[in-house]
């Protein structure tokens, strides 16, 4: 009668990162191969949603819970990914650059464990619209991402998309001395605030978002097909993994 055996227990080595929003160090691990295949599932899906929850549920094993995922900032969350990711399968990415003079696509290497969020020193969430009145804006979180079905959000590039998250992003008004926290007073009341103002007034909340921080790196790029220089914007999560968006110098 054979006699079971106990295997080793492997332990995975820990890392420390500075949360890109406070500073804040945090101690990680990488993702073990069961919860590599978590996300590799959600992204054969396809499915944002799917993909957020994988993320969120990577990060929180690999934190060992001690991060409140749902009021992080979404470029917190997509820099700790980030950070996870080289670690766990390698500091070198390959995302598709496509040519904007000849269509031709290339990969191009890039160390990941190097991207940085980057910060604009404008970028204020406390707005002043008026003399007596001001906003205070939060930045965009994970659970926002979820409530509106896109691990993507981009202000840019959809007007009712954008709109939904400037109401969802509302943190207080304020009024002289009177403050209404948003929670308090309802989705319904901040959204006839927001649509009281005037042009003037609503692009100053438009700036916040414009100027607010992001994962962002900026490469030169040289095409080996017809040699045209281009520089390569990369911003968000999706764009170091899949395709890059490209600006011609």
């Known amino acids: 009668m054979s006699k079971s055996m106990k295997l080793p227990t492997m332990v995975a080595p820990t890392y420390e990162l500075k949360l890109p929003s406070t500073g804040e160090k945090v101690s990680y691990r990488p993702f073990l191969?069961?919860?590599e295949k978590v996300l590799l599932m959600a992204m054969e899906s396809g499915n944002s949603k799917e993909m957020s929850m994988a993320i969120r549920k990577i990060i929180d094993g690999c934190t060992e819970g001690k991060l409140d995922l749902e009021v992080l900032p979404l470029?917190?969350?997509?820099?700790i990914f980030l950070q996870l990711r080289a670690k766990s399968v390698g500091e070198i990415a390959?995302?598709?650059i496509s040519c904007p003079e000849c269509d031709e696509a290339t990969k191009i290497k890039l160390d990941i464990s190097?991207?940085?969020?980057?910060?604009?020193?404008e970028n204020d969430p406390k707005i002043q619209l008026t003399e007596e009145i001001g906003i205070i804006m939060k930045y965009p979180q994970l659970i926002i991402s979820d409530e509106l079905e896109t691990s993507d959000i981009n202000v840019d590039s959809d007007s009712e998309l954008a709109f939904d998250v400037i109401i969802k992003c509302v943190d207080k008004i304020w009024q002289g001395d009177t403050v209404w926290a948003a929670k308090d007073v309802g989705v319904d009341a901040v959204k006839e605030f927001i649509e009281s103002l005037t042009?003037?007034?609503?692009l100053k909340i438009t700036n916040f978002f414009e100027t607010m921080p992001?994962?962002?790196?900026?490469?030169?790029y040289t095409c080996p097909q017809c040699k045209k220089k281009t520089k390569v914007v990369l911003r968000g999560l999706n764009s170091f993994f899949d395709s890059a968006s490209v600006t011609t110098l």
């Open 33 to 35: 191969v069961k919860e």
């Open 75 to 79: 470029f917190d969350v997509e820099y």
């Open 94 to 96: 390959e995302p598709l």
């Open 114 to 121: 190097k991207i940085k969020v980057s910060k604009e020193k």
């Open 199 to 202: 042009q003037q007034e609503f």
């Open 214 to 220: 992001q994962l962002k790196h900026t490469i030169d």
